[in-house]
């Protein structure tokens, strides 16, 4: 998870408060000294920043693992450059008091996840510690996910993970940085439609399947390819992934992203085998969709571990 801009002790108004004529509060505020420097969570650019009747002067910064960040109620025009790169720490601005709906300085942060435009709770995605903290210790030498689902696993995952725009490294070891943003994709899983899954940073079966969830809804990328319905659908991509999970289970095909004949045909005798193997039946249709992936990831999981 990104860090809190500022401690959880100077938080007043919430997520969801009720506001009036009928509104909803959709963001923190955090209750600092006009003047406090607003710093950068993580990994992103600014994408936008500007000036509202009710915000004051704001900045949008755009994180790499997916999740924008807005800053409000600045007195003053951000002096950091739209488009211009930060990491955790980087300096974005000045807390004040600037717009209609500011009751005295403080910081009011909104959060919403990019494309899908979806604003979630800021706790629901931020904490741990504020920026500028030293990372919690974690059991990250461990290698958890690693020990139980094999090395090639935790690179599936990884691979996963990176498409989302965090940086674990792609070693096959869940050390700390991928337990860190896996942690943070079981947390955004509720928000971003999916359901609650437990968050212990580690990338086992339910996380995995989440995953590839995710994928499809904000990753898929149609293409108009005759003959290749899985990557007209879906994109050359996904197939790849199917393709690397059809080869832990025996298929040994050239994982290329090209949904052609024998790709289906694999896909076709992985939907036919669901019964037999105690998995609810699957449509047979060579194409493999979410459904099929969540098979896939099951089978794996009782007949093909440790993934080497």
Same mark, same amino acid.
């Given at each position: 998870?990104?860090?809190?801009? %500022?401690?959880?002790?100077?938080?007043?108004?919430?997520?969801?408060?009720?506001?009036?004529?009928?509104?909803?509060?959709?963001?923190?505020?955090?209750?600092?000294?006009?003047?406090?420097?607003?710093?950068?969570?993580?990994?992103?650019?600014?994408?936008?920043?500007?000036?509202?009747?009710?915000?004051?002067?704001?900045?949008?910064?755009?994180?790499?693992?997916?999740?924008?960040?807005?800053?409000?109620?600045?007195?003053?025009?951000?002096?950091?450059?739209?488009?211009?790169?930060?990491?955790?720490?980087? %300096?974005?601005?000045?807390?004040?008091?600037?717009?209609?709906?500011?009751?005295?300085?403080?910081?009011?942060?909104?959060?919403?996840?990019?494309?899908?435009?979806?604003?979630?709770?800021?706790?629901?995605?931020?904490?741990?510690?504020?920026?500028?903290?030293?990372?919690?210790?974690?059991?990250?030498?461990?290698?958890?996910?690693?020990?139980?689902?094999?090395?090639?696993?935790?690179?599936?995952?990884?691979?996963?993970?990176?498409?989302?725009?965090?940086?674990?490294?792609?070693?096959?070891?869940?050390?700390?940085?991928?337990?860190?943003?896996?942690?943070?994709?079981?947390?955004?899983?509720?928000?971003?439609?999916?359901?609650?899954?437990?968050?212990?940073?580690?990338?086992?079966?339910?996380?995995?399947?989440?995953?590839?969830?995710?994928?499809?809804?904000?990753?898929?990328?149609?293409?108009?390819?005759?003959?290749?319905?899985?990557?007209?659908?879906?994109?050359?991509?996904?197939?790849?992934?199917?393709?690397?999970?059809?080869?832990?289970?025996?298929?040994?095909?050239?994982?290329?992203?090209?949904?052609?004949?024998?790709?289906?045909?694999?896909?076709?005798?992985?939907?036919?085998?669901?019964?037999?193997?105690?998995?609810?039946?699957?449509?047979?249709?060579?194409?493999?969709?979410?459904?099929?992936?969540?098979?896939?990831?099951?089978?794996?999981?009782?007949?093909?571990?440790?993934?080497?």
């Amino acid at each position: 998870m990104l860090p809190l801009p %500022f401690a959880a002790s100077t938080i007043g108004g919430r997520f969801g408060d009720p506001r009036p004529n009928g509104r909803k509060h959709l963001g923190l505020d955090f209750g600092v000294p006009r003047g406090s420097d607003i710093r950068a969570s993580g990994t992103g650019f600014v994408r936008r920043k500007g000036k509202s009747s009710l915000g004051g002067n704001f900045c949008t910064v755009a994180y790499s693992n997916g999740l924008d960040l807005v800053y409000y109620h600045s007195d003053v025009t951000f002096p950091i450059a739209v488009n211009a790169r930060v990491e955790e720490g980087t %300096f974005l601005g000045d807390v004040g008091s600037l717009g209609a709906d500011s009751t005295g300085p403080h910081l009011h942060l909104e959060a919403y996840w990019f494309p899908s435009g979806t604003a979630v709770d800021p706790l629901g995605v931020l904490g741990g510690r504020t920026v500028g903290q030293a990372l919690p210790s974690t059991a990250g030498e461990a290698f958890p996910a690693r020990k139980l689902y094999g090395a090639g696993w935790v690179l599936f995952l990884q691979d996963l993970l990176i498409a989302f725009g965090h940086a674990p490294g792609r070693d096959g070891e869940d050390g700390a940085k991928t337990q860190a943003s896996v942690a943070h994709e079981q947390t955004a899983a509720k928000a971003n439609g999916y359901g609650t899954i437990k968050v212990d940073g580690i990338g086992g079966q339910e996380t995995l399947v989440y995953l590839l969830w995710a994928f499809l809804r904000f990753r898929a990328k149609p293409e108009n390819v005759a003959g290749q319905p899985a990557r007209m659908r879906y994109g050359k991509p996904w197939v790849a992934l199917i393709q690397r999970l059809l080869n832990e289970l025996g298929h040994g095909l050239t994982v290329d992203g090209e949904d052609g004949a024998k790709t289906q045909a694999a896909v076709r005798h992985e939907q036919t085998a669901s019964r037999g193997n105690g998995y609810p039946a699957l449509g047979v249709d060579g194409v493999a969709g979410f459904e099929t992936a969540k098979y896939l990831v099951w089978a794996i999981v009782k007949f093909a571990l440790p993934w080497s």
